[in-house]
């Protein structure tokens, strides 16, 4: 279980990797993170034309069987929401699966990402948004590019060049398929973890079929 010859081993090395993201994020998710947002993606319900976030707090909206207590208490968190529920207004319709489509990648290749029910996509952006805030405060900044920029640029330099970093970037290949639902297990704090995994779809529909996932987020998502 080496990592590399005379390295550390890697039990140790999930150990470090453990503490840091949980001095960073913390032990468990705060009451706060419950108010999310919606997109104007399309969802398991809506078609993107009708995708407009407004129209999400209309009708009806999806959710899964393991998001629908978290849903129930966030729209409780409204109450024009929550009396739209009482009312009958406004339904929630169970869906466990999230929808495959593909987006445009390259002149080739399509980007393969995935419809998701209405609610998880509100309360996934919730915890979208804790986690931004928590890695911003550890001085990570989701939102700036800035810092990436002026590396990746004086990674470009000539050797001789005063502003040089000896630096490389690394593409790799698909590499939000190696967010597996067991790294994220292994990685975060336990409390954590488990509401993540109350929000995400552990099934994607393909051409009607379902299929398990072990990527832990779809791509998009």
């Not at 390295?7 to 001095?23: D, H, N, Q, Y």
């Not at 445009?104 to 931004?132: H, T």
């Not at 297990?185 to 409390?191: A, F, G, T, V």
């Amino acid at each position: 279980f080496q990592l590399w010859e005379n390295g550390p081993a890697f039990l140790e090395f999930v150990e470090f990797a453990r503490e840091v993201i949980r001095k960073v994020i913390g032990d468990t998710v705060p009451e706060e993170a419950l108010i999310g947002a919606f997109s104007g993606g399309a969802s398991t319900s809506r078609s993107r034309r009708y995708a407009h976030p407004g129209r999400k707090y209309l009708d009806k909206a999806d959710v899964t069987d393991a998001a629908l207590d978290l849903a129930q208490l966030a729209i409780a968190e409204c109450p024009s929401w929550q009396r739209m529920v009482d009312e009958g207004r406004y339904k929630l319709d169970l869906c466990n699966h999230n929808i495959l489509f593909t987006v445009p990648k390259s002149s080739l290749i399509d980007r393969c990402a995935a419809k998701e029910p209405d609610l998880n996509m509100y309360l996934q952006k919730g915890v979208g948004d804790f986690i931004r805030r928590s890695l911003k405060s550890a001085k990570i900044d989701l939102n700036d590019q800035s810092i990436n920029r002026r590396l990746a640029w004086q990674g470009s330099l000539p050797a001789d060049h005063p502003d040089f970093l000896d630096l490389a970037t690394v593409d790799l290949s698909s590499a939000s398929d190696s967010v597996t639902t067991v790294l994220v297990e292994l990685l975060m704090p336990p409390l954590i973890y488990s509401h993540m995994d109350a929000l995400r779809c552990a099934h994607t529909e393909v051409d009607g079929e379902l299929h398990l996932n072990e990527m832990f987020s779809s791509m998009g998502n």
